[in-house]
């Protein structure tokens, strides 16, 4: 039901977008071409800003070992649930965590949904995608929580999954993200395999992998070795603790007071109603942290990835974006770059006990002493100003009425967000149409992603902080080389909230 009231809601501002078209069917003349060449303007300028607006959700199934970390990111996770279409919410087990040993309960995710329920209706004040907290409750099984990687039984979780996965009338990619360990997925994949072998290549067609490292083996044991003939992406990310339980060693000094106390008690922790009020922040008896500080949501980054900022992280994992930036180290798997000379990835997990930011960070590395370990977790810890606060709006959603809020820009640009170019042309980048739905004041910065260039050098954008600006492909670059434009607009609402437009330059 969700999906069609979705494609209705899009056909209808399809027609609405064309309506206009159909009254200058008439006799025409001088007055009657001039009001069609204004209708058509204005219907090209609204189409631009409804793409940017009505961009397709994208498909997520998670699984979640209910670590602390994990109830922090199920508060943000639901306050985006707008952003996505939300597949499963599926518990599972890890290497941590496991029926038994530091068990949240089969029904951690209880209290949530039922926060969500309390929030609901002020969120669809802002928003009106918000999934009703019945659909979720609809989508939330137990799967394979037994003991760490068990992947024997056929679980209410895994057989969801199977479900999701078999289901032909939506082949749009669905992004499964383990929060814990992979064993539910593995569960899942392996009834497929023995029930549907005909089914595993259509299925794969359909996967895309995000894990927040592999916290049992059964990518290894089993996913790899059986599904890996077909080359799904998948995304195993390190970078995660830079907003995990050690973001004091590796977020810079200018990002820090988004996570401190003061900041987080007046953003999150107070006064923003009953799905907020769960957020685990730290204590008094934390060692080394003010009561309120930010504690952990090291499995964040693998639904903020599915976030549509404009960033355009989807398209490749090596673009970048609020969830960090990740590059191709075999087949079609992605992993965290590591800054160091002749560093080889390993073959096999890459886990906490391989991982190189977070065995940097157990020898003692932090932001202050190693340039590596700096470098390595800046495709993260560069959007925490932006990510912390989107968080803090999205709480002030819970609470506030629309006209009291803040809502993110929208960013029109007329420039083709793919352009071949030669050496010596000169690129107009023209960001005229943003807007604010606040309508707040706006500011605009374009700026090149020159860590995601293959061309190495530097471009000079004339005019950076107009609407209208502009570069010319510099003389030393190459064909086939390409160069990053970043569109950032910015509001001056509370918070200041930000989106963004990618141009993408392959020189010919």
Known sequence: MAKEMRNMLIVKNRTNLQSPMNMTIMKPNFKFKLLGILILLIVGSISSIAQSSNEAKTRVIITSDGEIDD?????????YANEMDIEGIITSSSQYHWHGHKWAGDDWID???AA???VYPNLIKHEKGYPT????????????????????????????IVKVLLDETDNNPIWIQAWG????IARALKTIEEEHPEKMEYVANKIRFFFIWEQDATYQGYIRPHWGKYNILTIISDQFEALAYRWKTIQPAEMLPYFEAKWMKENILQNHGALCSLYK???SDDKGFEEGDFRSEGDSPAFIHNIHTGLRNMESPDWGGWAGRYVKVRENTWLDPVHVEGYQYPEGRWYGSSGWGRNATREGATVNNNSAYKEYFKPTWQWSDALQNDFAARADWCVKEYDQANHPPVVVTKTKQNLNAKIGQKIKLNAKGSTDPDGDQIAIRWWQYSDVDSYSGKVKIQNATSSKASFVVPSDARAGQTIHIICEVSDNGSPKLNRYQRIVVQVE
């Open 281 to 283: 922040s730290h204590g």
């Open 181 to 184: 360990g992979t064993n539910t």
């Open 111 to 113: 209290p949530y949904l």
């Open 116 to 118: 969500y329920t309390e």
């Open 71 to 79: 109830e922090c990111s199920m508060v943000r996770f639901l306050l």
């Open 133 to 160: 907290p019945d659909y979720l409750k609809s989508v939330n099984f137990l799967g394979n929580v037994e003991t760490e990687g068990e992947m024997e039984l056929i679980t209410p979780g895994s057989q969801h």
